[in-house]
């Protein structure tokens, strides 16, 4: 069996290799379209029939997908203060979680469209949300180096499971509903019980960092996705790799498992999407986007496709069943903030530096920060329809060449105290003015 495997990869590969000279990329419906970021976190409903989505821009989208060919945006919930990481649907449907830069925990009533609850902050973001089959309980893994376990319908925290030596990045509920599995940068698979939240065992030892992880449905093993490219099935007795599905050549980032249809997929670094049959383990289908990693995976309702997220502003939908063995790229290159060809130094900076979060026309696009258009002369915290943090509510300043200049000298915190624009330093005197001066020419409304 392992020999067979081995061939169906290896067969796999060529032929991506082959068709990649051939073809390109046939236009596909069923694209989530309207983020103003990067795509980092998916979930699709119990249901079928609706999606979330979380992003670079500080926002969770909202989807309805009962046709995968013409989805349509029910919501954008705007009131993170950071980066959504992480995004869940309670069983139902109705509820859901999200989990953000700014160490937030959020429950969301999906049909009201409001918050429900925001569980006290982690000291750090966070990356990664479970939620138990009965729909009872959350698991949320921090960049603090902790777990916690919330009980969701008293809205309290439970337990705060410590003990990883560095970054936490992933959890996942066994399927008794016992116990919790964690892991992350110190390379460890960790279970604990659910009664006390005590560590029961060490079940893994990585040589390297442990990014994402899912527990399966046959109630034995662990499915999960390393630094050094490993994806892997782990026997959760015996604490033995059953089964290497991938050695990657760059790190694994996302992992999706659709019980109902038995296939598992990783998503990587290096832009590869592999789906395997959990019954024998063997590759089906293999995706290769060249242009960006996937840090998203979910499957659809019925198994035979998959949304990705990753650097494009939209959720990618691939249909692998039926279809090729290999797609080619996806979406667009280079990407905004990614063009360095033919471009001033002012340019070439805000493309790199501001353009995730920045538009410059009227419209902000979505993005995490606010439209640029017209900053020179504005009051900080003035623009219409953006949700500025108090820090910038309640500031005096007023954007120019000086205050902008500052800003990228000292940076945003030095400037702002308790703004939630990310940092972004600029030491380089020559390529600060530049920069700050083309932004003064195209952001001027006389001038567009």
């Not at 060919?69 to 979680?97: C, K, M, W, Y």
């Not at 960092?209 to 662990?222: Q, R, Y």
Request: aromatic fraction near 8%; include cysteine; charged fraction near 20%.
């Amino acid at each position: 069996m392992e020999i067979r495997r081995q061939l169906a990869w290896c067969f796999i590969a060529m032929l991506a290799a082959v068709v990649q000279l051939a073809h390109a990329q046939d236009t596909v419906s069923g694209d989530l379209k309207g983020h103003g970021g990067p795509v980092k976190a998916v979930a699709v409903s119990q249901s079928r029939n609706a999606a979330l989505s979380g992003s670079f821009d500080y926002s969770m989208m909202h989807w309805n997908i009962a046709d995968p060919g013409e989805p349509s945006l029910i919501n954008r919930f705007t009131e993170h203060d950071g980066a959504v990481n992480a995004v869940a649907f309670l069983p139902g449907g109705n509820q859901a979680l999200s989990g953000s830069d700014d160490g937030m925990v959020r429950l969301w009533d999906l049909e009201t469209r409001k918050l429900i609850h925001a569980f006290e902050p982690h000291q750090h973001k966070v990356v990664g949300l479970a939620v138990s089959a009965d729909g009872k309980l959350a698991a949320s893994a921090s960049w603090d180096r902790t777990v916690r376990i919330y009980d969701l319908a008293g809205h309290k925290l439970l337990h705060t499971l410590e003990g990883h030596r560095n970054t936490v990045n992933a959890a996942a509920f066994a399927t008794d509903g016992q116990s919790v599995f964690t892991t992350g940068t110190d390379g460890t698979i960790r279970k604990w019980r659910l009664a006390d939240g005590q560590e029961e065992r060490t079940i893994y030892k990585h040589g390297w960092g442990i990014n994402v992880l899912a527990a399966l449905p046959d109630g034995k093993s662990l499915a999960f996705g390393a630094l050094n490219g490993t994806a892997a099935i782990l026997d959760i007795e015996s604490g033995e790799i059953a089964h290497e599905l991938a050695q990657r050549e760059r790190p694994i980032l996302s992992l999706a498992v659709s019980a109902e249809h038995n296939v598992i997929a990783f998503g990587g670094g290096d832009g590869i999407v592999s789906v395997h049959d959990m019954s024998d383990w063997i590759p089906v289908k293999l995706l290769d986007n060249p242009y960006g990693p996937i840090w998203a995976l979910a499957f659809s309702g019925d198994g035979d496709a998959l949304y990705m997220g990753g650097l494009d502003d939209q959720v990618h939908y691939w249909q692998f069943r039926p279809g090729r063995n290999f797609e080619a790229a996806r979406g667009t290159f280079p990407r905004r903030f990614q063009k360095t060809e033919d471009m001033s130094i002012g340019e070439r900076q805000f493309a790199r530096k501001c353009s995730v979060c920045h538009a410059l026309s009227p419209v902000d696009a979505n993005r995490a920060g606010p439209t640029l258009f017209g900053v020179f002369g504005r009051k900080a915290g003035t623009l219409p329809g953006y949700a500025y943090s108090d820090a910038l509510l309640n500031s005096d300043i007023i954007w120019n060449e000086a205050t902008i200049g500052e800003l990228f000298e000292k940076g945003p915190q030095h400037l702002v105290p308790g703004t939630k624009m990310p940092l972004q330093k600029m030491s380089n005197v020559e390529e600060r003015k530049a920069m700050v001066q083309w932004l003064k020419e195209v952001t001027d409304p006389a001038a567009n």
